[in-house]
T-cell receptor, first 115, second 110 residues
Framework: DTAVSQTPKYLVTQMGNDKSIKCEQN?????MYWYKQDSKKFLKIMFS???????INETVPNRFSPKSPDKAHLNLHINSLELGDSAVYFC??????????????FGSGTRLTVV | RKEVEQDPGPFNVPEGATVAFNCTYS??????FFWYRQDCRKEPKLLMS???SGNEDGRFTAQLNRASQYISLLIRDSKLSDSATYLC???????????FGTGTRLQVFP
């Protein structure tokens, strides 16, 4: 059973399109995240949600809109895709963000290529 | 200056070698520390947390020096399967985000 699953695994799309990436976790965790890993392999947080409530929004363009229908799901919708959006997007979850030792469990990533 | 700095490598070592990676962090309010491992085209996976007193997990030893804001990872008796990128990660107090270094690439050869 996959703990954190993202779909799709690969996404190739044209500039200007709108696309969504879905994420689900079956770990019973309270907090979910979206991270972006660019071509230089640098991982940077975009958003975090705790129990469906937005906690972190790291100066991400408005074209990116996360949605959390329940605490087990966190989807990412991207409007008007640009070439610079090409990256690997990782979903992650953690049990309790306030726990000092809490690490994250990552999904396998969505490789987005904008052409 | 990056919040978490690592030597990108690559470190090319023979099987059986001992290799050490270092990492420095800039925010003195950093509270929790981790090493993650990321294989090529895969997701990062937690390797180990790093505790103030230092800790060991099999062939892996992690050390933390809060005064110097420095973290290290030592791998003994390297295996081919240890080839990966090792990410130094910190969490700042009262925040909910992990801050990743850019990673150190390790290649173990036969």
């Amino acid at each position: 059973d996959t703990a954190v699953s993202q779909t799709p695994k690969y996404l190739v799309t044209q500039m200007g399109n709108d696309k969504s990436i879905k994420c689900e976790q079956n770990l019973g965790h309270d907090t979910m995240y979206w991270y972006k890993q660019d071509s230089k392999k640098f991982l940077k947080i975009m958003f975090s949600y705790n129990n469906k409530e937005l906690i972190i929004n790291e100066t991400v363009p408005n074209r990116f809109s996360p949605k959390s229908p329940d605490k087990a799901h966190l989807n990412l919708h991207i409007n008007s895709l640009e070439l610079g959006d090409s990256a690997v997007y990782f979903c992650a979850s953690s049990q309790d963000w306030s726990r000092v030792e809490s690490g994250y469990t990552f999904g396998s990533g969505t490789r987005l290529t904008v052409v | 200056r990056k919040e978490v700095e690592q030597d990108p490598g690559p470190f090319n070592v023979p099987e059986g070698a001992t290799v050490a990676f270092n990492c420095t962090y800039s925010n003195s309010a950093s509270q929790s520390f981790f090493w993650y491992r990321q294989d090529c085209r895969k997701e990062p996976k937690l390797l180990m947390s790093v505790y103030s007193s230092g800790n060991e997990d099999g062939r892996f030893t992690a050390q933390l020096n809060r005064a110097s804001q420095y973290i290290s990872l030592l791998i003994r008796d390297s295996k081919l399967s240890d080839s990966a990128t090792y990410l130094c990660v910190v969490k700042v107090v009262n925040t909910d985000k992990l801050i990743f270094g850019t990673g150190t690439r390790l290649q173990v050869f036969p």
